[in-house]
């Protein structure tokens, strides 16, 4: 088999002098190519997880490889400018346009003006944003789901082969968050990207990613496929994976059985 392009080898963090335990030893690999969603409720340690990979934490214990290199080993800004990250609220800076935000990582790297230009360009058609109509517009004249776009395009600037995503669809409308999750899985598959997303939705994780793991109390409680999920013992990887029946149900009593529903 294909080494795992992150590994996370018995890792462990605690923040607070070490009176609160975030991720407590977590072994954990993604494969390449793969779509990884880490579910679990507030405080399972979930999102300390996804930012350990690329140093915005660092580790106590254990340690975790991001395409075969220890990344303790790793310059972090170097680290970061290989690896894609899709904040919640978009995290774009407010000074500067749509452009310019989709085009800071390039011109850190010293890429050619014309080069970032045509970057810029490429990725507001992938993302599906009018170049003429959102180029230089700045942050706050844009919709919730415009500025996700916009993250998610910024995090593709350098042409990442890894993604990181801390619950970037939570914060918007349902129509949106649906339709920009189906963008994003196509972007995922188009550009054969490896990606890890963190959400606390159940639905989200089992709609859009190829596996899941569950997280609480800063362990990985479990692993797998939704079908390999359902073997689990543990009483609150049960109850996640009921939590989408029950509400399937509920619409479907409550729905029309005619009409637009």
Same mark, same amino acid.
């Given at each position: 088999?294909?080494?795992?392009?992150?590994?996370? &080898?018995? #890792?462990?963090?605690?923040?607070?002098?070490?009176?609160?335990?975030?991720?407590?030893?977590?072994?954990?690999?993604?494969?390449?190519?793969?779509?990884?969603?880490?579910?679990?409720?507030?405080?399972?340690?979930?999102?300390?997880?996804?930012?350990?990979?690329?140093?915005?934490?660092?580790?106590?214990?254990?340690?975790?490889?991001?395409?075969?290199?220890?990344?303790?080993? #790793?310059?972090?800004?170097?680290?970061?400018?290989?690896?894609?990250?899709?904040?919640?609220?978009?995290?774009?800076?407010?000074?500067?346009? #749509?452009?310019?935000?989709?085009?800071? &990582?390039?011109?850190?790297?010293?890429?050619?003006?014309?080069?970032? +230009?045509?970057?810029?360009?490429?990725?507001?058609?992938?993302?599906?944003?009018?170049?003429?109509?959102?180029?230089?517009?700045?942050?706050?004249?844009? +919709?919730?789901?415009?500025?996700?776009?916009?993250?998610?395009?910024?995090?593709?600037?350098?042409? @990442?082969?890894?993604?990181?995503?801390?619950?970037?669809?939570?914060?918007?409308? @349902?129509?949106?968050?649906?339709?920009?999750?189906?963008?994003?899985?196509?972007?995922? %598959?188009?550009?054969?990207?490896? &990606?890890?997303?963190?959400?606390?939705?159940? &639905?989200?994780?089992?709609?859009?990613?190829?596996?899941?793991?569950?997280?609480?109390?800063?362990?990985?409680?479990?692993?797998?496929?939704?079908?390999?999920?359902?073997?689990?013992?543990?009483?609150?990887?049960?109850?996640?994976?009921?939590?989408? %029946?029950?509400?399937?149900? %509920?619409?479907?009593?409550?729905?029309?059985?005619?009409?637009?529903?």
């Amino acid at each position: 088999m294909a080494a795992p392009l992150i590994a996370y &080898t018995r #890792v462990g963090k605690t923040f607070d002098d070490g009176r609160v335990v975030a991720v407590d030893d977590v072994s954990l690999e993604v494969a390449e190519g793969e779509f990884l969603a880490i579910v679990g409720g507030s405080g399972s340690g979930k999102t300390t997880l996804l930012r350990l990979a690329n140093r915005l934490i660092e580790t106590d214990s254990g340690s975790i490889t991001v395409e075969g290199e220890d990344v303790r080993e #790793v310059d972090p800004i170097l680290l970061r400018r290989r690896i894609g990250y899709v904040f919640q609220s978009g995290g774009l800076f407010p000074h500067l346009s #749509v452009a310019g935000n989709i085009g800071i &990582t390039p011109k850190l790297t010293g890429a050619p003006l014309a080069e970032i +230009s045509a970057r810029v360009d490429e990725l507001l058609d992938l993302v599906r944003l009018d170049r003429a109509q959102y180029r230089d517009r700045l942050p706050h004249e844009l +919709s919730g789901g415009q500025r996700q776009r916009v993250g998610v395009a910024r995090a593709l600037a350098a042409k @990442p082969r890894i993604v990181l995503m801390d619950e970037p669809f939570g914060a918007l409308d @349902p129509l949106t968050r649906d339709a920009l999750g189906d963008d994003f899985r196509e972007l995922h %598959r188009k550009l054969g990207l490896t &990606t890890v997303m963190i959400t606390h939705d159940m &639905t989200e994780a089992i709609l859009l990613a190829d596996r899941i793991a569950v997280m609480g109390g800063g362990r990985l409680l479990a692993q797998g496929t939704p079908s390999e999920l359902s073997e689990s013992e543990d009483a609150y990887v049960g109850e996640l994976l009921r939590t989408p %029946r029950r509400q399937a149900e %509920r619409l479907g009593a409550l729905l029309p059985r005619n009409g637009a529903a």
